[in-house]
C-alpha cells in the first residue's frame, strides 16, 4: 500500500501492530489485552512475559522470559531480565537494565541505570544515572538529583541496602554496601558499607501553636 496522506500511514501502522501482537501472541507472550499495546520496530520479547493493557514499547526494548509488565507502562532502549516486574504506571527510559526478580512500581522513572537482580524500586521515584547493587531496597519518593543545570553525575547504591523513604540523593555520590538512609534525609557524601546515614533537623513542637496560628488569621 502506498503512503500518501496522514491517513493512509495510520491504516499501515494498524496493520504493522496487528502483525506484531499475532507474531508475539504466536511465540508465547501473554497479551492480556493486545489491541491497547504499542510495538516498536526491533522490540525484542521472549516466550513466557507478561504484559498488561495500555503498554507502549518504543525502540530497542529487550524483555526476558519470565518478565512481567504491567498497565499503563513505557519503555524505551532498555532490556528487563526474568522475574523483573514493572508498572503500573513506570516509565524506563533509554539505557537501563532491570535484573532479575527486581520491582519497579507505580509512578517510579528510571534513566540510564542499572538495577541488580532483586532490587525494588517500588513507589514514586525518580533513579537516573544510578548504579544500584542486589537486593536493595529503594524507599518511596527517593529522588537521585542528577543535574545541575551543566552536566549529569552518577549515583551508586551498593548491594542489600535499605534507602529510607524520601531520600534525596545529591550526585555525585556513592553508597556501599549494607547501608541505611534514614527517611528524608539528603545525602552529599559518601556512604562507607555497613553504615547509616541520617540528615534532619530536629523537631519543634510549640505548645498551643495551632490556636496562636488561628487567632492571628482569624482576626
Sequence with gaps: MKV???ADLSIVEHSYQTAKR???LSKGVNLID????YFSYGTEIENDVTIEQNVIFMNNVKLHSGAEIKAFTYLEDCEVFGGAIIGPFARIRPES????NSRVGNFCEIKKSYLGNGTKVSHLSYIGDSDIGEQT???AGTITCNYDGYSKFNTKI???SFVGSNTIFIAPVSIGDNTLTAAGSVITKDVDSNSLAITRSEQ?????G?????????K
Design 97 to 100: 537494565v532491570i535484573g532479575q
Design 210 to 218: 495551632m490556636i496562636k496560628y488561628r487567632s492571628k488569621r482569624n
Design 204 to 208: 519543634k513542637n510549640i505548645q498551643n
Design 4 to 6: 500518501n496522506s496522514i
Design 137 to 139: 531496597n529503594i524507599g
Design 34 to 37: 493486545p489491541d491497547t499495546v
Design 158 to 160: 551498593g548491594s542489600n
Design 22 to 24: 499475532e507474531e508475539f
